[in-house]
């Protein structure tokens, strides 16, 4: 999502397109720190190389907390150092505590994920053509498969202080709470999901979510600095934010929920532990196991239902790294990332806060711990590959994505992101045309195909009830595509790639005719100038914000 500088950013979500490579020492060495120590002074290392002025950390082993704390700086200004009780912005990472209320109303009996949307707030405005054969339900709210788009630009730079109620957030803007295909059948990220949820656990239990989620949730897991709004404990102890060495003002989020939350390192070892509990904390559950895998189980998709092992569940998703899927949410504002991450077979997990808007940091960091905690680790056995059958051969071509998350763009990402699957004898290969790191999958049980390094099943065939066949590949929803159009396109969009470049070239010669004389004043002196002020000879002043979608995170 892109905006003018000064706006709120659009990460709001689980992902930026970042390098997804490991940190790196010149170009082939990995580090994998071997103690708690040289992961601190690698980290430490990373926030110097890249400006980043400091970070909040919570590292987790089998044994329990191996580092809670913080390193760098909260205030650069004002020469403030983080500790455990700074107080970070952690964006998307919030939605999780949307999945938890609501799953706590289903064990009670009092909501079904299967509950329809219409039924339960008829005043909250959307529209699904398809609502009577494909209602949206509450489950697709939460596994961003209602067909909405991402929320719009209007809806991103709301930023009321008061702050507006969760209702008044949800009505300043409903234009976007528009289905595109029929809910439940693709997956596409969308902020305006976890909001209207949170909505319904609001009226359903008579309390604001806010209060609602501090009760349950931020109290007994003693969660104490945390919180949805900018209170005094943000004023005196949250870190300020920053974005090209740029202090951010803070920004008040219309739409809670889906990212508002303020967390310490404290706050979030709390957190960590109720994962890893598998919904228990000392003693106490706040959740049954099966209420929390389900949260880390995408089934609400074609994708799901043929068989896919992957992808986004209830606001938790899975995130590989080598031959180990770690359950996930990341997020982030202008200025301040963070990611929540667990292994839950080995329970290890961590968390991280910065207050930059680095993505390089960010990545080598996530890569940094996760080197860690798997350092020691028993490789996870793979199921042996089948023979590849015959009937998924056809699989093979050139496709494009259909499920964009804003459909404006649409028209412009199809183009850049077409996609060709083809076999390395049985192993079939995964890239982009226009290049990139290839994925490997081995052949499973009829069209399904397994990671190569995690064996789960993260590429089927499946049949949409609007595109016919298409391939699922973890969230991204493929579609068969001919050769003819994937590069007819290439060449539009490089032709009008060289015609814009072109008026670059002819900006001298109009200034030099124009200081001669040579052009006479009135219109074609405006429309001249109009051009230039609107960009076309100069560069952009905007700042462009980040989803996050890691590629080789999201998908193993």
């Given amino acids: 999502m892109r905006q003018l500088r000064r706006l709120p950013g659009a990460a709001l979500l689980f992902g930026l397109l970042a390098a997804a490579g490991v940190y790196a020492q010149g170009e082939q060495d990995t580090i994998v720190p071997e103690t708690i120590d040289e992961l601190l002074a690698a980290i430490d290392d990373v926030l110097e190389e890249t400006g980043t002025p400091g970070a909040a950390l919570v590292v987790f082993n089998e044994d329990g907390p191996e580092y809670v704390g913080a390193l760098g700086k909260a205030d650069v200004e004002n020469d403030i150092d983080a500790d455990a009780d700074t107080l970070f912005r952690i964006g998307s990472t919030s939605k999780m505590f949307v999945a938890l209320s609501v799953l706590q109303l289903v064990e ?13 707030a008829p005043e909250i405005r ?4 398809w609502e009577a054969t494909h209602p949206v339900r509450v489950g697709h709210l939460l596994e961003h498969t209602t067909g909405w788009d991402d929320i719009h630009l209007p809806e991103y730079a709301h930023n009321d202080p008061t702050p507006v109620t969760l209702k ?25 999901g976890p909001p209207v949820a949170a909505y319904i656990v609001q009226k359903i239990t ?6 609602y989620v ?15 709004r900018r209170n005094e404990a943000v004023q005196q102890r949250g870190a300020t934010l920053y974005t090209d060495g740029v202090a951010e003002d803070y920004w008040h989020i219309s739409m809670r929920p889906s990212g508002a939350i303020n967390a310490s390192a404290n706050d979030m070892a709390g957190f960590l532990r109720l994962f890893l509990g598998r919904g228990t904390v000392d003693g106490v559950q706040y959740l049954t196991p099966q209420s929390i895998e389900r949260m880390e189980t995408a089934m609400t998709t074609d ?15 899975t995130s590989p790294h080598e031959h180990w899927i770690y359950q996930a949410h990341n997020g982030g504002v202008n200025g301040g990332l963070t990611e929540f991450a667990y292994l839950p077979g080995a329970s290890r997990g961590y968390a991280f806060m910065i207050n930059a808007g680095s993505g390089a940091a960010f990545g080598e960091i996530s890569d ?4 860690y905690q798997i350092r020691n680790l028993e490789k996870p056995e793979v199921p042996d590959a089948v023979s ?39 192993e079939l290969v995964h890239e982009a045309v226009l290049g990139g790191e290839p994925s490997r999958y081995l052949p499973g049980e009829g069209v399904h195909f397994r990671s190569a390094e995690t064996g789960r099943v993260a590429l089927v065939s499946a049949t949409d009830p609007l595109a016919g066949e298409v391939v699922h590949r973890g969230t991204t929803v493929l579609q068969p595509v001919s050769a003819v159009q994937v590069w007819f396109q290439l060449a539009v969009a490089a032709s009008w790639g060289l015609f814009i470049a072109s008026s670059l070239l002819f900006a001298p010669v109009w200034l030099v005719r124009w200081k001669l004389g040579r052009i006479p004043p009135g219109g074609a002196i405006r429309v001249r100038r109009r051009r230039a002020e609107d960009g076309l000879f100069r560069q952009p002043t905007g700042r462009q914000n980040f989803e996050w979608d890691r590629q080789n995170r999201f998908f193993p």
């Avoid at 109290?219 to 919180?227: C, D, E, I, N, V």
């Avoid at 009937?391 to 499920?403: K, M, Q």
């Avoid at 998350?405 to 850049?416: C, G, K, N, P, T």
Wanted: hydrophobic share 30%.
């Fill in 108 to 120: 009670e009996g009092r909501l079904s994920l299967d509950d329809k949307l219409a039924d339960l």
């Fill in 126 to 129: 959307f529209e699904n053509r």
């Fill in 168 to 192: 008044e957030g949800l009505d300043f803007h409903p234009h976007s709470r528009r289905s595109r295909w029929q809910p439940g059948t693709r997956s596409s990220y969308c902020n305006a």
């Fill in 206 to 211: 008579g309390q604001d979510f806010e209060d």
């Fill in 214 to 228: 501090q009760e349950n949730f931020f109290t007994p897991l003693q969660m104490s600095g945390a919180t949805y």
């Fill in 303 to 317: 994708g799901a239902r043929a068989g896919l092992e992957v992808g986004y569940g209830l606001n938790n998703y």
């Fill in 368 to 371: 940094l711990i996760r080197n």
């Fill in 388 to 426: 590849l059958a015959d009937a998924a051969r056809s699989i093979e071509g050139l496709y494009h994505s259909i499920n964009p998350r804003q459909q404006l763009e649409y028209f412009i990402s199809r183009v850049f992101d077409a996609r060709k699957l083809w076999f390395d004898g049985d």
